[in-house]
């Protein structure tokens, strides 16, 4: 695929998101995303987050695995969860979950800094690279659980979780966000935590929402289907 024939799938990609977007309308409470996001997402070259083998298909609106057995979060979710972060030009951001670093490189187009955690050292590193290669400096990753935050950048504008949580909100996520923040997350009500390949899920992605004087609220958007939040691992910095 050359230059131009990504830059036109790029087009379709978020021609296509639009579509959707529309037609998840009644759920997300609006028909079209803010246009910044759709912008972002117009700009990221996603196919330099896919493993080689899997490029031709980068441009599809669907997950992809990435390896680790992790996955890709499909553009929509990505551009869906994007907007409902709502990260401004001179937000901080905290992400869980770098994967492979693409949900980063969309909020870094966003945002003014973006603080990105992720627990499997082999996919971690390899995200942290692209991201600088690609002129992603206003990204810092970690390696770590990021259930418990990143306590040192604290408080966040906005935080984006891209594993689902078993059944409730790591405390530690609602305590970093700053007054007026949103956090977006989504949470996993089956009865035994989701594992690949997705059966019998019960997962909702939620936007938390703190108000200037600290009270939390919460709105449940979409059914979704995420890998698990891995939970209580050993703090490890990169
Ligand atoms: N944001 C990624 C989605 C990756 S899938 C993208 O744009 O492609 C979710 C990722 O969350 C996986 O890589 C998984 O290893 C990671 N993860 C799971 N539990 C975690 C935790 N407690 N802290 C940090 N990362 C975690």
């Given at each position: 695929m050359s230059g131009n024939d990504r830059t036109a799938a790029r087009k379709a990609l978020v021609a296509e998101i639009a579509d959707e977007v529309a037609g998840t309308g009644k759920w997300l409470g609006k028909e079209a995303l803010d246009s910044r996001v759709m912008a972002a997402l117009e700009k990221v070259?996603?196919?330099?987050?896919?493993?080689a083998a899997d490029r031709a298909v980068a441009y599809d609106n669907r997950p992809q695995p990435i390896g680790h057995g992790q996955t890709i979060s499909q553009p929509y979710i990505v551009a869906v969860m994007t907007d409902m972060a709502?990260?401004?030009?001179g937000d901080r951001v905290l992400e869980v979950g770098?994967?492979?670093g693409y949900q980063t490189a969309v909020l870094a187009e966003l945002a003014a800094r973006v603080y990105s955690t992720e627990v499997v050292p082999e996919l971690a590193r390899p995200a942290a690279e692209r991201l600088r290669r690609l002129g992603y400096g206003n990204v810092e990753t970690r390696i770590g659980d990021g259930a418990r935050g990143?306590?040192?950048?604290?408080?966040?504008?906005a935080i984006v979780v891209t594993a689902a949580a078993w059944h409730?909100?790591?405390?530690a996520l609602i305590e970093q966000l700053a007054p007026g923040g949103r956090l977006v997350i989504p949470v996993d009500r089956s009865p035994t935590a989701a594992r690949y390949p997705f059966k019998d899920q019960e997962q909702d992605l939620l936007l938390v929402t703190k108000d200037a004087k600290g009270k939390i609220s919460e709105r449940k958007m979409l059914p979704v289907a995420f890998v698990p939040l891995i939970e209580g691992d050993e703090d490890a910095r990169s």
């Open positions: 070259p996603r196919h330099e987050f896919i493993p709502a990260p401004g030009p770098t994967g492979c990143w306590t040192e950048h604290a408080p966040y504008d409730r909100i790591p405390p």
